[in-house]
């Protein structure tokens, strides 16, 4: 299985199946694929409508958290359960267009990427509130700034990157503010692309000013650590015959 999309979701009941719909359409004539929502302890119904989904969409699959954990911890329970070779992320809160997921695909596929990479979604044109769209854009430009992770909009839900190169990345609440960062410092590449972004239909915000610029400020100051602790090494491993000796050499 090449592709494996993960949903992290809490208290988007409304929000689900239509969700699920549009990822399907959009993925159907793109290769073999499945969709893992990650249930991050809701209180509302959306575990009794994925569950019942369940029944009708055999490419879906639905982890369940027995607490609210976090949007991190959510994507990474659906990552180490994927069977899919490629990630891609994207909100449960229907504001991302599943449509921009085999633009995704296909850029990656014609970059011929190898190793650690990632595309990384950027919203040119935020259907937002203007005071999210401002913290957004002072969060995105300190973060920049002081990371140099040369993305103008780590916040995206959207996203493809390989599954191997997450499982090399550290893993800590809040990570997914920081995978562009994170996986330049794993001496990967990451590759900004223009996509679409909708209205939010139905639900509120999990993000505000609050946990969306003020707590980031602290996990900031972890990434720059992290940065300044990373050693990157090549390794080498010799085999028999691949070095003549001295000896040989001198002869």
């Given at each position: 299985?090449?592709?494996?999309?993960?949903?992290?979701?809490?208290?988007?009941?409304?929000?689900?199946?239509?969700?699920?719909?549009?990822?399907?359409?959009?993925?159907?004539?793109?290769?073999?694929?499945?969709?893992?929502?990650?249930?991050?302890?809701?209180?509302?119904?959306?575990?009794?409508?994925?569950?019942?989904?369940?029944?009708?969409?055999?490419?879906?699959?639905?982890?369940?958290?027995?607490?609210?954990?976090?949007?991190?911890?959510?994507?990474?329970?659906?990552?180490?359960?994927?069977?899919?070779?490629?990630?891609?992320?994207?909100?449960?809160?229907?504001?991302?267009?599943?449509?921009?997921?085999?633009?995704?695909?296909?850029?990656?596929?014609?970059?011929?990427?190898?190793?650690?990479?990632?595309?990384?979604?950027?919203?040119?044109?935020?259907?937002?509130?203007?005071l999210k769209r401002l913290s957004s854009r002072l969060a995105n430009g300190l973060r920049s700034r002081l990371l140099g992770d040369a993305t103008p909009d780590t916040?995206?839900?959207?996203?493809?990157?390989?599954?191997?190169?997450?499982?090399?990345?550290?893993?800590?609440?809040?990570m997914h503010r920081f995978l562009p960062a994170l996986v330049l410092r794993a001496g990967g590449r990451v590759i900004p692309v223009p996509v679409s972004h909708r209205?939010?239909?139905?639900?509120?915000?999990?993000?505000?000013?609050h946990n969306r610029l003020w707590v980031g400020l602290v996990d900031l100051l972890g990434m720059l650590w992290l940065q300044r602790r990373m050693r990157r090494v090549?390794?080498?491993?010799?085999?028999?015959?691949?070095?003549?000796?001295?000896?040989?050499?001198?002869?």
């Amino acid at each position: 299985m090449q592709l494996s999309v993960i949903v992290p979701v809490f208290n988007e009941a409304g929000n689900l199946l239509p969700l699920l719909e549009e990822i399907h359409a959009a993925l159907v004539s793109h290769g073999d694929f499945e969709v893992i929502f990650v249930d991050d302890g809701s209180s509302d119904d959306s575990p009794q409508r994925l569950a019942t989904a369940l029944a009708d969409h055999p490419r879906l699959r639905v982890l369940r958290h027995d607490r609210r954990c976090g949007q991190s911890a959510a994507l990474r329970s659906g990552i180490v359960a994927a069977r899919g070779d490629w990630i891609a992320t994207l909100d449960g809160d229907g504001q991302n267009d599943p449509v921009d997921i085999p633009i995704l695909l296909r850029q990656a596929r014609e970059a011929g990427l190898e190793g650690h990479w990632l595309l990384a979604g950027w919203r040119t044109r935020r259907q937002d509130s203007r005071l999210k769209r401002l913290s957004s854009r002072l969060a995105n430009g300190l973060r920049s700034r002081l990371l140099g992770d040369a993305t103008p909009d780590t916040g995206c839900g959207l996203k493809l990157f390989p599954r191997e190169t997450f499982r090399q990345l550290p893993w800590f609440d809040h990570m997914h503010r920081f995978l562009p960062a994170l996986v330049l410092r794993a001496g990967g590449r990451v590759i900004p692309v223009p996509v679409s972004h909708r209205p939010r239909r139905l639900g509120r915000s999990k993000y505000g000013v609050h946990n969306r610029l003020w707590v980031g400020l602290v996990d900031l100051l972890g990434m720059l650590w992290l940065q300044r602790r990373m050693r990157r090494v090549e390794v080498t491993e010799l085999k028999v015959g691949s070095h003549r000796s001295v000896d040989s050499e001198a002869a």
